[in-house]
């Protein structure tokens, strides 16, 4: 589109190619901008600091009890999710262009903040992110299951390098055993209290066993809704995002196109799924998680307007429905 510009500019006045440079550069701007996505990663450690993705700024913020924060600045992270390994370490993918070629590497980072290379780094053309790893030391991830399509496979690496599909390949939303299950388009991706796998998956809430059985809790339901979001040029229905399951069994989304955390009680509960939190003043979020009687929700600028004003952590006390806003 931009070439047949070029073409036009030169058979302008001078000055009148200055204004339509700028109206060229301008839209190239807005076009990137609509186009850029946030992370939606955030874990709690086990002192209460509550670490993020920034995927604006290329950053992991890291946020105490007291509210101070702290950037990890010795590297760049293009990371979109991250996950605690069982010791406690911190697991983040980086995706970053070489030589104009997407290259993937999985760091490992201490509690000390030393940062160590577990995979890569590796040329790819598929975007692979939402790492797990279990007690055995194998790792989970989920990638593209080809090229021609964006949908999703659920991946094990075990501890002698090989890979394996645990779940995926089969028609989308599908559940299953194994390669007859389907994801569209997975998200977070997190451990649950049983030793599970739960993802966000398109429009769905989903968990998968380490065995491969694929069970959907909520899909394309009434309570997720229909929106048309200010960050997106088109319409996305229940786009979700991050996703986060307590010590009770109780899932956490976010829907970032209808601006709101849905809660998902435990399957043995009388209690229904429900929107819990609602973002404001032109932020959605993108993940959350609970801390006590508190929900902790991390948010990205929802309008095109507001992008350079980076993500924001808000604690919302459920009972008195009162929130604060912690960071920046």
């Given at each position: ?6 073409h ?11 204004i339509?440079?700028i ?9 990137q901008?609509?186009y850029?996505?946030p ?9 209460g600091t509550i ?13 105490d ?15 979109h ?10 697991l983040?993918?980086n995706?970053?262009y ?31 992110f ?30 002698q ?9 089969g ?15 997975i ?19 989903r ?24 960050f ?14 307590n010590?009770?069994?109780?899932v956490?989304?976010?829907n ?7 809660e ?6 009388r ?25 902790i ?13 980076g ?14 806003i912690?960071?920046?």
């Open positions: 589109m931009y070439l047949n510009y070029v036009l500019l030169f058979r302008l006045e001078p000055s009148q190619r200055s339509s440079l109206v060229i550069l301008l839209s190239a701007t807005i076009a901008t609509v850029s996505h992370g939606w990663g955030m874990v709690e450690f086990e002192n670490a993020f993705t920034d995927l604006f700024n290329s950053r992991i913020t890291l946020v009890t007291d509210g101070d924060i702290e950037h990890l600045t010795n590297h760049r992270f293009h990371t999710d991250m996950s605690l390994t069982p010791d406690g370490s911190l983040a993918e995706r970053d070489y030589n104009n070629h997407p290259r993937m590497v999985l760091y490992e980072i201490s509690h000390d903040g030393a940062v160590e290379i577990v995979d890569g780094p590796y040329d790819t053309e598929k975007e692979i939402g790492y797990l790893r279990d007690h055995n030391g194998n790792y989970y991830g989920t990638t593209h299951f080809d090229k021609q399509t964006s949908y999703r496979v659920i991946f094990k690496w075990d501890t390098g090989k890979r394996t599909i645990l779940a995926g390949g028609q989308p939303y599908t559940d299953g055993q194994g390669v007859e299950a389907g994801f569209y388009r998200s977070g991706m997190t451990w649950g209290a049983d030793s599970t796998i739960y993802v966000a998956d398109g429009e769905s809430v968990k998968i066993s380490l065995t491969g059985d694929v069970t959907t809790l909520l899909k394309d339901s009434e309570l997720l809704g229909h929106h048309k979001h200010e997106y040029t088109g319409t996305r229905r229940n786009h979700l995002y991050g996703i986060n399951v010590i009770n069994g109780t956490l989304v976010a970032y196109a209808m601006k709101t955390i849905i998902i009680p435990p399957q043995n509960s209690k229904k799924a429900g929107v819990i939190y609602t973002s404001t003043e032109g932020f959605s979020p993108v993940n959350a998680l609970h801390q006590n009687e508190k929900l929700v991390l948010e990205s600028p929802a309008l095109t307007s507001s992008i350079n004003l993500m924001r952590l808000v604690e919302y006390h459920i009972h008195l429905d009162q929130k604060r912690v960071s920046p």
